[in-house]
């Protein structure tokens, strides 16, 4: 099989990963923060050691801030939930995924006022479009660092520039560019940051994690037992407790941290380059093939490693559906279909309701990979009227 | 190390957990339900196992209304903060766990109305307090199936008897029993049923669930992607994706699986007589420690596989911390002491706020291990005044 879709999962992970988690589980399960044992000690470790895993790579002062969530969709939740009330503004995008619009539209609900900018059919968002939406009552700007569909990258300083003059706090979703596109958290002052653990991080499903800033106070989503403060029936003033109610996920988090380490140790510029340079490939080939329609801009540093197209042919095309089968079925190609859980997002590029096959290269896919991928789509292609 | 700590995470786990969480990640750890590739089915496989053996183990009808949830906290939370409304009233009772206790009290601070029933010192509750504290505004009894400090089991078939009668639903909190008490959904008519995946379901940490029955209907907590009705701005309609938002956990769902597999396989009875058996020897050996405060009913068969004690002395007897902190240290026993996010339960019982020591059997200890933990309690016990 050649694994094309890492932009939902990424897909082997290091061998550390797996050994980590395998171990945690097997010898480290006890219950952190809970219990004085030495098994109890060992998980609390797993966990400490993680937290700064994730704190060296995305350059986070302050460990304790990073809550350990059980994917990306609970941190943004977190997030949005946690700061946004009725009566106060939103400002985000159009290219956002369902785990920003559908919170956002259930606080909308709720009478929250939410203002989508609308980025270019390319995906880029205009910094100036997000400065001029942000009114008195704004308490929030919440984009994407990187469509999950097109790839575009988000100009994230300047978005944070100009939501800063305005004292207004900015979460990031990085849920397609964590571990591959360099996030300097501090150094950019960003003020939330939500990033899922299986995908560019190479942690097992089931982690993640949001970054609260110093300056930002949420209301928690979950209540209850944090072997801390126990007498109390309320949460605990203090981070990471704070946020991080009932059991965590040990040997998950524990694989999170290892997929960090990974990221550090053959440096994240590495993983990029290699990144940008199957997509670079990906796209000159499939440029090539008759009847191909590329989405999103073409410099493939302007973009995560994500690649979305569809045949159109001369005449009707082929439905993204059947190229996914048929890649899968005949060439033994992983790619996803349909519209990625971002309906905005096909919107601006055109593509929506029939959506598009996407592509996602990871760190351990190869050029050959990718010239069977081209070889496949242009195979399928021929078929198209 | 003689672990007696399965109370707060069950230690070692079934060799075919590991394995199959393993195997998982591995191979089959691609998105379910969000691509159609080979990876992607097998997730959905992997998922789709796990769904149905926790639905045979629990005997409930309807697999498709088990809500995967990273632990019992976020089961209860989506239980609670799902159904309750300010104004509403909920029944519960002072044995519960923070994770019962923070919810309700973050939603009486909206506006909820919260009436904790006491039990008997030993932990009994009374169905018939229960009945006596419904009103017209009741919406929800919330009971935990055993206190996780004391052990005692809740008659749960004469509580929702009870509270049916007045049209009202019940919660389960069932961290303690799931796994090792029999539940049988169906039977008991059971609306809602937390279980933590990690306890004696011998699941991985970082899952559990929420089964939620039929005739009720919860408002989501999480809102994002579900790979399902991705056109739309707010949750589908239909179970379970209306309650899974985000990437599940696919290796520690199919670990939980496993888990499942494992109790079927082996016999439910079996493992609840090993453990009955276990405790029995427990409390007789404790009882013969002069200077023991064993807390709890006497009959093994009416608590779950909890011991909990103080060493009392003639004197002033020793702190639990103490205790635990030798049974780790000089016996390489593993225990946990405090109030175990249970304050309610502490007071009930007369330990708060110094706690108590607890040790809690699970189906991989022998008879040696409890041996050796009276041989140990013993020895302190010698040391208080």
Known sequence: MIYLDNAATSHPKPEAVYRRVDDVLRHASANPGRAGHQMAVEADRAIFEARESVARLFNIKHPDRIIFTPNATAALNLAIKGLLKPGEHCVTTAMEHNSVTRPLKFLAQLGAEVDKVQPSPKGVTDPFSIKAAIKTNTTLVAVTHASNVIGTITPIG??????????????????????????????????????PGHKCLYGPQGTGFLYIAPSVRLKPILYGGTGSRSDMDTMPDFLPDRYE????????????????????????????????????????GLAGVPGMKLYGVDDPWARASVVSFNIIGNVEGMDPASVGDRLDSEFGIAVRVGIHCAPDAHKTMGSYPTGAVRMSPGYFNTAEDIDKAVEAVAEIARGAR
Chains 1, 2 share one sequence.
Request: proline fraction near 3%.
């Open 158 to 195: 300047e978005i944070i520039e100009a939501a800063h003059a305005r004292n207004v706090p900015v979460l990031l979703d990085a849920a397609q560019t964590a571990g591959s596109v360099n996030i300097d958290v501090e150094g950019l002052g960003l003020d939330l940051l939500a990033c």
């Open 245 to 284: 109610a009932g059991t965590l996920n040990t040997p998950g988090i524990a694989g999170l941290g290892a997929g960090c380490e990974f990221i550090v140790s053959e440096g994240i510029a590495r993983i990029r380059s290699h990144e940008v340079a199957l997509c670079k490939r990906l796209m000159e």
